[in-house]
């Protein structure tokens, strides 16, 4: 604080600007922030280079170039885009991971989003044969099988129903697939990018099943989509009679192409392989159909080659967003961890927070909004020694369920698998502030 007092008014300013970027809420916080930026500056590109001005014409006392002219009129696109300083946020994808039409994965920047909604154009995509453009008007949907009135809707049809929006999250269950042998992805968006939270608008399937009148022994019900893959999956039908949505909007408007537009099944806390993009039927039956991507994909291949078939619900997962490989500790003192939480089996009850890979265990804050199968914010102040750490975060569910060790989920479900990889997960902060992904085992 000394050596700050004889610095320009210029600096001091910079200096409050840049504590402002470190969360000052509180005036404990701000001191702590200021005292550290001698150690900002050794972190080199790291720590610099992200606090750095590109014009310091522009910082006070100053009057910046944008506060000396009139700004634009009204944005030109006529659909808004994000600032021209963000375009480093977006979808990624690897290029091992097959993205050619017959498979492809793109995925969602999660190192770079907050709270818990993620933004249309951010949401991870999944496509088993490519995506098609349905014009709205040729869109139909069919339901019929074991139901008493077979009826074919229209869009318009579907949007006259009473409607429901409901925020859930969908996750790939190969989201964390490659972390199955070992730390394998460098970087968070790969690890966990293949989970998204929307908010999604449509009509209840069972708001349609009391309308047409399901049969009585009617206990499945196929949904299989309008794309080349024709991708289909069974429900039990009091899973699709409790909550699922037949959604045509997502975020406040109509789904994007990518995410099955004009309409999609939504199976809240299930595999995202059942979220039905591009939905063309759905037919009620008395037994499961057994089609591809639930027995050759989707089935989780145990130690002994037996797989278990039909693993719907999605586990109860949490992982550390701030820091991570893509945005390493800065400097010593005051950080505020952040991170995700979900569960499908309903809400999460609370996230603990380790820096000593998982020997000791203190409670993070559970941030905003928590909701039934939901993203969930946590929060954990802390303060960072400069020391190499192990930071984990282990959440739980209104169930009791704990999210398990890696080496729990590999004794019950072998090395083979790469679906529902729920394990607590690991960063590894290093002294210069980098943070990698590693595994910490017993064994
Ligand atoms: N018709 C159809 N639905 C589909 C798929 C597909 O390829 N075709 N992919 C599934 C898979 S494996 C997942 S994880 C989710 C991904 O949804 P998203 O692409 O909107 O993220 O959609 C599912 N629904
Ligand atoms: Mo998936």
């Known amino acids: 604080m000394d050596k700050l007092k004889t610095k320009s008014r210029a600096v001091m300013a910079q200096a409050e600007r840049e504590s402002a970027l470190l969360e000052p809420t509180r005036r404990s916080f701000l001191r702590g922030s200021v005292a550290t930026m001698g150690a900002a500056a050794t972190l080199g590109a790291t720590g610099g280079a992200a606090f750095a001005a590109s014009n310091p ?3 006070p006392p100053n009057v910046p170039e944008w506060s000396k002219m009139l700004g634009d009129r009204v944005t ?26 017959e498979s492809s994965i793109s995925f969602t920047p999660i190192q770079d989003l907050h709270g818990i909604i993620t933004p249309n154009g951010l949401h991870f995509e999944r496509h088993h044969g490519g995506f098609p453009h349905i014009p709205k ?38 989201n964390s697939g490659a972390e199955w042998r070992g730390a394998q992805m460098d970087k968070l968006q790969f690890t966990h990018g293949m989970v998204s939270c929307c908010e999604w608008t449509g009509v209840k399937v069972s708001t349609l099943m009391e309308e047409l009148g399901v049969k009585p022994g009617a206990k499945w ?4 989509g309008a794309d080349a893959a024709g991708m ?25 192409p990518e995410q099955g537009y004009p309409l999609r099944l939504i199976v809240p806390g299930f595999e995202g392989n059942m979220n039905v993009k591009w939905i063309r039927r759905l037919e009620f039956g008395d037994m499961p159909w057994h089609h591809r991507e639930e027995t050759s994909k989707y089935t989780d291949t145990l130690s002994n080659g037996k797989s278990r078939r039909f693993t719907w619900s999605m586990d109860t997962k949490s992982v550390i967003t701030s820091p991570c490989p893509e945005y390493p500790m800065l400097a010593k003192g005051y950080h505020q961890i952040r991170g995700l939480a979900w569960s499908g089996a309903g809400k999460i009850k609370g996230v603990d ?38 930071l984990q975060s282990r959440a739980y569910d209104e169930t009791g369920y704990v999210q398990p060790t890696i080496d729990q989920l590999r004794a019950v479900r072998g090395t083979w698998s790469i679906y529902h990889n729920n394990s607590i997960h690991t960063w590894l902060v290093k002294k210069s502030g980098e943070v990698q992904n590693v595994q910490v085992s017993g064994k």
């Open 76 to 101: 030109a696109e006529p659909y808004g885009i994000p600032s021209q300083y963000e375009k480093n946020v977006h979808r990624r994808t690897v290029p091992w991971l097959t993205p050619t039409a």
């Open 137 to 174: 008007e040729d869109f139909r949907l069919i339901v019929h099988g074991m139901v008493k009135n077979e009826r074919m809707f229209t869009l318009q049809d579907l949007m006259r129903f009473p409607q429901v929006s409901r925020i859930h999250f969908v996750e790939c269950p190969a």
């Open 221 to 224: 019900v196929l949904a299989e």
């Open 353 to 390: 927070i380790s820096v000593d890979g998982g020997k000791n265990w203190m409670p993070a804050r559970l941030e905003g909004m928590v909701l039934d199968k939901a993203l969930t914010r946590f929060v954990f102040d802390w303060d960072w020694n400069g020391q190499e750490v192990l």
């Open 232 to 256: 289909s999956r069974s429900i039990p039908i009091e899973k699709i009679g409790d909550d699922c949505i037949l959604a045509y909007a997502q975020n406040g408007e109509m789904l994007r």
């Open 57 to 59: 014409e522009n910082l």
